[in-house]
């Protein structure tokens, strides 16, 4: 697939870019997520209980993920299409003493077997870089019936605000349509985004044979900050900036 070849390209580029960030969140004594950094104990993305819990982390990039998963009792394996992130992952886990698996592969086609994993998470990564009607099937083929599956993303209003380029925030009015959005390229990258609607997202699930649990569009803290000016807090304050969609691999 193209976008899996540019997008692999493009990450190995952005890589060094990533370094810092995941340095530090590898050190966090809490996890926090997406580009405001809201702390877990305020959005609650992890199950209370992972001891024992097999887990993936599809787009792994750096994965701390993963390691904030490991320390909680969790038996992570990360999965990254990028071989310059998965360096510095490795590099990490030699720092932190902790060690789990690290594959490099298209989170659309895991080199895995079925029934696997008792969750499956996100946070970016293989939600907004892989064609989600490949990877939501994928997922849902590793998961035993009842596991999870976690995603955080960007918020479906801010796609159809978004600039052409990133470097401009996001609009206070609509840009581009919401129905049939899909596949996303920019001008000033040669990576590839895919974003649908909640409607598709919610058929997809269903189709892939999950039950949605919950969607969970998050604000921000007045006081949150953020390096990508592709957004702004004012914007994130009044409209969601990310999403996060929890849904569970039915048993029957």
Known sequence: MDHVRRN???WNGYAPDYVAAGEKNWAAAEPTWGIWSVPESRLGLLPADLAGADAIELGCGTAY???????R???????DNSPAQLATARRLQ????LEFPLIQADAEALPLPDARFDLAISEYG???WCDPYRWIPEAARVLRPGGQLVFLQNGAILML????????????????????????????????EFHIGH???????????????DLVEIQPPEDATT?????????????PSEQVWKARRRTA
């Open 8 to 10: 692999r390209e493009a």
């Open 65 to 71: 993920v993963s390691a904030w998963l490991a320390r």
């Open 161 to 192: 605000a978004m600039q052409e380029l990133e470097s401009e925030s996001a609009s206070a009015h609509l840009l581009r349509p919401y129905f049939g959005m899909h596949r996303f390229e920019w001008p000033d990258t040669q990576a590839v």
């Open 94 to 97: 030699r720092e932190h003493g």
């Open 126 to 128: 293989a939600a907004i």
């Open 227 to 239: 390096r990508y000016p592709f957004v702004t807090l004012d914007w994130a304050r009044q409209w």
């Open 199 to 213: 409607g598709e997202w919610i058929r997809l699930l269903r189709a892939s044979g999950f039950e949605v649990l």
């Open 73 to 79: 009792g969790a038996r992570p394996v990360g999965v």
